[in-house]
Protein backbone atom coordinates (compact mmCIF):
# COMPACT_ATOMS: atom_id res chain seq x y z
CA UNK A 1 0.00 0.00 0.00
CA UNK A 2 1.13 3.20 -0.98
CA UNK A 3 2.14 4.89 2.69
CA UNK A 4 0.88 8.13 0.94
CA UNK A 5 -2.19 7.20 0.41
CA UNK A 6 -2.63 5.65 3.92
CA UNK A 7 -1.88 8.85 5.49
CA UNK A 8 -3.02 11.44 3.41
CA UNK A 9 -5.45 14.04 5.65
CA UNK A 10 -9.25 12.51 6.49
CA UNK A 11 -12.30 14.58 5.26
CA UNK A 12 -15.21 14.57 7.04
CA UNK A 13 -16.61 11.97 4.97
CA UNK A 14 -13.76 9.98 5.03
CA UNK A 15 -14.59 9.55 8.79
CA UNK A 16 -17.83 8.81 8.04
CA UNK A 17 -17.02 6.23 5.84
CA UNK A 18 -14.47 4.80 8.20
CA UNK A 19 -17.04 4.10 10.83
CA UNK A 20 -19.58 1.92 8.83
CA UNK A 21 -16.92 0.24 7.40
CA UNK A 22 -15.79 -0.84 11.24
CA UNK A 23 -19.48 -1.18 11.52
CA UNK A 24 -20.06 -3.43 9.25
CA UNK A 25 -17.05 -5.47 10.15
CA UNK A 26 -18.08 -5.53 13.46
CA UNK A 27 -21.67 -6.57 12.64
CA UNK A 28 -21.30 -8.97 9.35
CA UNK A 29 -23.16 -6.97 7.48
CA UNK A 30 -23.83 -7.92 3.51
CA UNK A 31 -21.76 -5.56 0.84
CA UNK A 32 -22.22 -4.94 -2.43
CA UNK A 33 -19.29 -3.32 -4.56
CA UNK A 34 -19.09 -2.59 -8.24
CA UNK A 35 -17.38 -4.95 -10.50
CA UNK A 36 -17.38 -4.93 -14.25
CA UNK A 37 -16.59 -8.02 -14.29
CA UNK A 38 -19.51 -9.45 -12.65
CA UNK A 39 -22.52 -10.36 -14.73
CA UNK A 40 -24.54 -8.32 -13.39
CA UNK A 41 -21.85 -5.06 -13.02
CA UNK A 42 -21.89 -6.29 -8.96
CA UNK A 43 -20.60 -8.77 -6.25
CA UNK A 44 -22.58 -9.08 -3.23
CA UNK A 45 -20.94 -11.02 -0.17
CA UNK A 46 -20.93 -10.97 3.83
CA UNK A 47 -18.39 -9.04 5.37
CA UNK A 48 -15.94 -10.92 7.98
CA UNK A 49 -13.70 -8.67 9.53
CA UNK A 50 -10.59 -6.06 9.53
CA UNK A 51 -7.51 -7.88 8.57
CA UNK A 52 -3.76 -6.80 8.83
CA UNK A 53 -2.07 -9.36 5.70
CA UNK A 54 -4.44 -11.32 3.28
CA UNK A 55 -2.12 -14.12 4.08
CA UNK A 56 -2.45 -14.71 7.59
CA UNK A 57 -5.97 -12.97 7.97
CA UNK A 58 -4.48 -11.48 11.20
CA UNK A 59 -6.77 -9.35 12.55
CA UNK A 60 -6.61 -5.85 13.10
CA UNK A 61 -6.05 -4.68 16.56
CA UNK A 62 -7.58 -1.41 18.28
CA UNK A 63 -4.89 -0.09 18.76
CA UNK A 64 -3.89 -0.38 14.90
CA UNK A 65 -4.37 2.32 11.78
CA UNK A 66 -7.37 1.43 10.04
CA UNK A 67 -6.40 2.84 6.88
CA UNK A 68 -3.46 0.18 6.52
CA UNK A 69 -5.93 -2.52 6.68
CA UNK A 70 -7.88 -4.63 4.69
CA UNK A 71 -11.73 -5.14 4.88
CA UNK A 72 -11.92 -9.12 3.89
CA UNK A 73 -14.95 -10.07 3.01
CA UNK A 74 -17.00 -13.88 1.48
CA UNK A 75 -18.62 -13.12 -1.68
CA UNK A 76 -21.77 -15.22 -2.42
CA UNK A 77 -19.65 -16.87 -5.03
CA UNK A 78 -17.93 -18.81 -2.27
CA UNK A 79 -14.65 -16.72 -2.94
CA UNK A 80 -13.16 -14.67 0.20
CA UNK A 81 -11.54 -11.03 -0.90
CA UNK A 82 -9.65 -8.02 0.51
CA UNK A 83 -10.10 -4.94 0.00
CA UNK A 84 -7.67 -1.98 1.27
CA UNK A 85 -9.29 0.29 2.79
CA UNK A 86 -8.05 3.31 1.31
CA UNK A 87 -9.91 1.58 -1.90
CA UNK A 88 -12.98 0.91 -0.03
CA UNK A 89 -13.06 5.16 0.95
CA UNK A 90 -12.70 5.98 -2.58
CA UNK A 91 -15.47 3.32 -3.89
CA UNK A 92 -17.45 4.29 -0.97
CA UNK A 93 -17.12 7.88 -2.32
CA UNK A 94 -18.16 7.54 -5.26
CA UNK A 95 -21.26 5.33 -4.41
CA UNK A 96 -19.82 1.87 -5.45
CA UNK A 97 -19.93 0.59 -2.48
CA UNK A 98 -22.92 -0.56 -0.05
CA UNK A 99 -23.43 -2.22 3.40
CA UNK A 100 -26.72 -3.25 5.15
CA UNK A 101 -27.85 -5.17 7.76
Do not use: K, Y
Not at 76 to 87: I, R
Amino acid sequence: MDTQTAHAPLTTVDVMNLASIVRAARAGSLVQRADDRAPDGRVVGTVRHLVTNAETCELLVAAADIRTSLLRATLHSGTDVFWPVPELLVAMTNGEVRFSN
